[in-house]
């Protein structure tokens, strides 16, 4: 299905639904509301999956990798290679995220979006390339239009394909050295802000470094006109895996998945899909605040409470992952424990 298509098609959660979670951890054996967030996101999700007693039956995470032209300007402390590297890190098992997700029982599924190197051939990569890497978006725009289209495609299609698999909760995820420059650029477009709140060290920049890369977005910004309209923000700014990610929330919220949002690149992402459709929110769940300078600026702008905040900044889907066990204790909690009138008490009696 064209993504297009389907963003038309995504409503806001049913307060019916909500009420009715509600109802029943209202009369739990506990007092109402003790345990917090916890119901919160048990809430949410019963309203996502439209099942009054849901059980999660299938974890994945999804690490969209890409490179970025804009590393031209000497904004990453990393050089390029290293994505292509990292990806078959990925694919050997040896990263953070597959640690992680083996700990949580998740599957990863390593997307091949935009990576400049050659990765063909390669067991386990879904090939998904676009092109090999954005073009320098200080000096023009990051990829055509109809790339940006073709790229949110490609994650739209793999929450599809999650949802005919039986997967029930899929995690952003991401990898691409220079990534965090389109990021900023793309939140500070959208949420609207000055490049100055949303732009941090990266991979480990000086405070040198920190300023020269927010130099460099504020001229792209004004280069490009400061656009404000979701895909032209994402086509002319943006980075191909911010697009996948942008794809897969909006994938998410269309089939009804439990989607965890990773960290500040992947919430450009999901501020993309917001943005081009602002139901989407509803089916999002934003697993932890990164330390990344920008990411503690876009959660309280666009009013999200994360789960976790443990000063991570790494990516690939390892905040998601990590709040994974969190998100099921939360179903756990709504399902399985005994209600007042099971246990033949009156609450305040």
């Not at 890409?66 to 031209?72: P, S, W």
């Not at 977005?217 to 996948?244: C, N």
């Amino acid at each position: 299905m064209d993504w297009q298509e389907a963003l038309k098609g995504i409503k806001p959660l049913s307060k019916e639904w909500f009420e009715r979670a509600w109802e029943r951890l209202d009369n739990l054996t506990k007092p109402r509301k003790s345990l917090g967030m916890l119901e919160e996101i048990a809430v949410r999700m019963v309203a996502i999956l439209e099942d009054p007693f849901p059980s999660i039956r299938g974890k994945a995470v999804y690490v969209f990798a890409a490179d970025h032209g804009i590393v031209e300007e000497g904004v990453s402390a990393y050089p390029q290679e290293v994505t292509l590297l990292m990806v078959k890190n990925f694919l050997a098992g040896g990263a953070a995220i597959n640690v992680l997700a083996r700990h949580v029982g998740a599957n990863v599924e390593v997307v091949d979006i935009g990576v400049k190197g050659d990765l063909e051939g390669l067991p386990g990569l879904r090939h998904k390339k676009i092109r090999k890497g954005t073009e320098n978006f200080s000096k023009g725009p990051a990829m055509t239009r109809e790339e940006a289209i073709q790229a949110i495609q490609v994650g739209f299609d793999l929450a599809c394909e999650a949802k005919e698999k039986g997967v029930q909760v899929i995690a952003t995820g991401e990898m691409g050295i220079g990534n965090t420059t389109p990021a900023s650029a793309v939140i500070a477009s959208l949420l609207p802000c000055d490049p100055s709140e949303v732009t941090g060290k990266g991979t480990g920049l000086t405070q040198e470094g920190i300023i020269h890369k927010t130099d460099v977005i504020k001229r792209a910004l004004e280069f490009h006109g400061r656009p404000t309209d979701p895909l032209t923000v994402l086509h002319r700014l943006g980075g191909l895996e911010i697009a996948g990610i942008c794809g897969l929330c909006i994938g998410g919220a269309y089939n009804r998945l439990i989607t965890l949002v990773d960290g500040f690149i992947s919430s450009a992402g999901a501020l993309l899909a917001m943005r081009l459709n602002p139901a989407i929110k509803d089916y999002l769940i934003f697993s932890h605040c990164s330390s990344e300078k920008g990411h503690r600026v876009f959660l309280d702008k666009e009013g999200q409470r994360p789960i976790l905040d443990m000063d991570m900044r790494l990516g690939e889907g390892t905040g998601a992952a990590l709040s994974m066990p969190i998100v099921e204790g939360a179903l756990r909690i709504y399902r399985e424990m005994a209600t007042f009138e099971e246990m033949g008490i009156t609450p305040g009696a």
